[in-house]
């Protein structure tokens, strides 16, 4: 694109106020392109074989060339794919990251969004609004029980999480100091990836991961497979009853935004219970602006309203108002990738 074409479209979304709503509506075709582009493979088969014409690569992805010509236009325009020659398209360093084997692959991210249970529910956000009432779970149930009916989205959203956590849990490893918790509980830890990435970094501590009976499978064959059971109990419990008391901090990675202010405070107040005075509470959570900045939670919040109901992102007010009323007192202690923030709260004694 030329520099002039450029400044012509800066001048046009100047001076046109439905500019940047058009944006935002193109922005499902888009998505469209890089959806059938991860469901075909291209990448893979671009990293492995490529540069490669349209037809040749509609032949090992099984695709129409014709249909398939109109995607990687699209792609190559959205910086994904380089056109090297005519009709002839290689990967560039974003387009790789749609790759299976990338290190960085992005691939579980788009198959997460495109399932079909996320675009029913976020095609039902007006219905969300009007009512107060999430209409994927008055037809699913939780997301996690739409996910325990539909093996295949299970799968794909586990993956998602691990893509996301993994980041997550290496920079809370190494930007917060651990040197003096020996023991740690993962509250609600999932498949313990938080976990395993602090026990990794920090050989001294012990960690303890509380999850439902049918999570604590996954989680040990995870730690084990990364060398670490032998540092980890599994504890089978229910984090609005109780928590293992004692230990010198308590995790909670993305849990709070899962529910509303009232089951919040609840999980809170377990916690608290629990917690030592001489002890810490560890909170992995976005905290948003007051102000209109933008924010990636933001946008988040309005995909768990569609799934989750009564889960919530929270402003940093919020956050902190509800972490006082379970009797802790929260600052933030590190940025993390994807718009999370590291929180520490300390008993209030």
Aim: glycine share 8%; net charge negative; aromatic share 6%.
């Amino acid at each position: 694109m030329s520099e002039a074409t450029n400044d012509r479209s800066a001048d046009f979304r100047d001076a046109n106020p439905n500019a940047t709503v058009w944006d935002i509506v193109r922005g499902l075709s888009r998505f469209g392109a890089v959806h059938a582009m991860v469901d075909l493979r291209c990448a893979d088969h671009l990293k492995k074989d490529g540069p490669l014409t349209t037809e040749e690569l509609a032949a090992r992805c099984k695709a129409d060339p014709v249909q398939l010509g109109r995607v990687l236009r699209m792609a190559a325009a959205l910086g994904l794919l380089t056109q090297v020659s005519p009709g002839r398209y290689g990967l560039t360093a974003s387009g790789e990251t749609l790759c299976e084997d990338s290190p960085n692959s992005m691939r579980p991210a788009v198959l997460a969004h495109a399932e079909e249970g996320s675009w029913i529910a976020m095609n039902a956000i007006p219905q969300t609004v009007r009512t107060g009432r999430t209409r994927f779970m008055e037809e699913y149930g939780s997301h996690y029980d739409y996910l325990a009916a539909h093996p295949e989205a299970n799968e794909v959203f586990n993956e998602f999480m691990r893509l996301r956590s993994e980041p997550v849990g290496a920079a809370v490893a190494t930007r917060y100091d651990f040197t003096e918790i020996n023991s740690l509980v993962d509250v609600g830890g999932g498949k313990g990836t938080l976990l395993a990435a602090i026990l990794q970094a920090n050989p001294h501590v012990r960690g303890t991961l509380l999850e439902r009976d049918q999570v604590i499978p996954d989680a040990r064959a995870n730690l084990t497979a990364r060398g670490l059971a032998d540092r980890c109990e599994f504890v089978v419990g229910d984090f609005f009853r109780s928590a293992p008391k004692g230990a010198d901090a308590y995790l909670l990675g993305s849990v709070i935004h899962n529910w509303d202010d009232d089951a919040a405070a609840r999980i809170l107040e377990t916690v608290r219970a629990a917690v030592p005075d001489h002890g810490r509470v560890l909170l992995v959570d976005a905290t948003l602006p007051d102000d209109d900045r933008p924010h990636i939670g933001k946008e988040l919040d309005v995909r768990i309203m569609a799934l989750f109901g009564g889960g919530r992102e929270r402003s940093e007010s919020e956050y902190f108002g509800l972490l006082t009323g379970a009797g802790l007192n929260g600052r933030i202690v590190a940025a993390l990738p994807i718009g999370l923030s590291l929180i520490e709260a300390l008993p209030i004694t």
